[in-house]
């Protein structure tokens, strides 16, 4: 104690363990030197007790004796030292010194991994943004080729992910399922505009063309979405069917995955409840909902329905606002796989 003063250091005493812990919580310091044989709380108890509330305070134990375990312990609950009575006056120095400078150097080296931690956090954090942003580009280019997609995959997302947490899905998933709704038609960049917004029944050509949309989109997204499975499952399988003749693999039942199984019945819902210029009088969501209950099993799953019934009778889920979109010089004329209750495009 003389010698640390001596050297400039500001000391405080505590005769065992707990007064030291009542000086600590009073004057928190920068190195503690402690006997490990104490009254009342030994110098291991406060060992662990330092530790664990003043992570940044440097210990060393001091002891009377050798004693090799006890040295190994202390060292492995986080003493920096260990010195043995009686010492010489420069040994004293040199160790404590020693101390001090790997504290230091620990906590520098904490501050530097805490910054190098946030700074990859904001990169990852601005990757993801712009990743978002170059998907949400490829969502606004397939609106203005098709306007009447526009809001539509809005809709299905945001019916997706309600339906997804109706089911207590975890939030990792339900982020996936918000995206692979949000893109999950943009596969109809590949379609021609011609076919897109022919005015007039479709011909089986022109039906097939349309529907090559969900392996097209899972090709174009494939290479940027590898992070997010689920999302890319639901752009390839949002058009097959539980019963089997859905499109594009004839995935029946489980299968699907559960998440194409969500966003099918989301499409459906929006395809049935939005208004289009060709179809006169849209569906309420009950409407909506008695087309769902037809189709449960044969082209919808069950439990998915059974949410959304769920759903919409706790008020949790309800209708998007939608719009009236007339592109100007055409008009969609009755396209079966469009307006068929149940199916959408
Ligand atoms: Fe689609």
């Not at 600590?24 to 009342?40: A, F, K």
């Not at 609950?77 to 010492?87: E, F, T």
């Not at 569906?283 to 919409?312: H, K, N, S, Y």
């Amino acid at each position: 104690m003389h010698l640390m003063r001596s050297d400039g250091f500001q000391c405080l005493e505590g005769g065992n363990g707990l007064e030291a812990l009542r000086q600590l919580e009073q004057h928190p310091v920068t190195l503690l030197m402690s006997d490990i044989r104490m009254p009342e709380m030994n110098g291991i108890e406060l060992l662990r007790e330092v530790r664990a509330r003043y992570p940044e305070t440097a210990v060393m134990m001091v002891s009377a004796v050798l004693d090799v375990d006890a040295a190994v312990q202390c060292l492995s609950l986080g003493a920096m030292d260990y010195l043995v009575k009686p010492y010489q006056l420069d040994e004293v120095r040199a160790r404590v010194q020693q101390a001090l400078e790997k504290r230091r150097l620990l906590i520098e080296n904490r501050a530097y991994q805490e910054q190098l931690e946030q700074r990859v956090l904001l990169q990852t954090r601005k990757i993801e943004h712009t990743f978002l942003a170059a998907i949400q580009g490829f969502s606004s280019a397939l609106e203005y080729k098709d306007p009447y997609t526009r809001g539509h995959s809005d809709r299905v997302s945001h019916y997706s992910t309600v339906i997804g947490k109706l089911m207590a899905l975890d939030d990792e998933l339900l982020r996936q399922i918000e995206l692979g709704g949000h893109v999950h038609d943009i596969g109809k960049i590949g379609v021609r505009e011609a076919v897109l917004n022919k005015a007039g029944p479709l011909t089986r050509e022109e039906y097939e063309h349309i529907m090559t949309h969900p392996v097209v989109g899972w090709e174009i997204l494939k290479p940027l979405l590898g992070d997010a499975p689920h999302a890319l499952h639901i752009v390839r399988s949002h058009h097959e069917r539980y019963d089997g003749r859905g499109i594009p693999d004839g995935l029946a039942g489980e299968e699907i995955p559960l998440e194409a199984r969500i966003a099918a019945a989301a499409d459906s819902l929006d395809a049935m409840t939005s208004d289009r210029p060709y179809r006169p009088s849209e569906m309420t969501l009950e409407m909506a909902i008695d087309e769902l209950l037809r189709c449960a099993g044969t082209q919808f799953d069950r439990d998915v329905v059974a949410a959304i019934v769920a759903g919409a009778a706790a008020g949790t889920l309800q209708l998007m606002p939608r719009s009236i979109i007339t592109p100007p010089g055409s008009r969609i004329g009755a396209n079966g796989e469009r307006i068929a209750a149940g199916v959408s495009a």
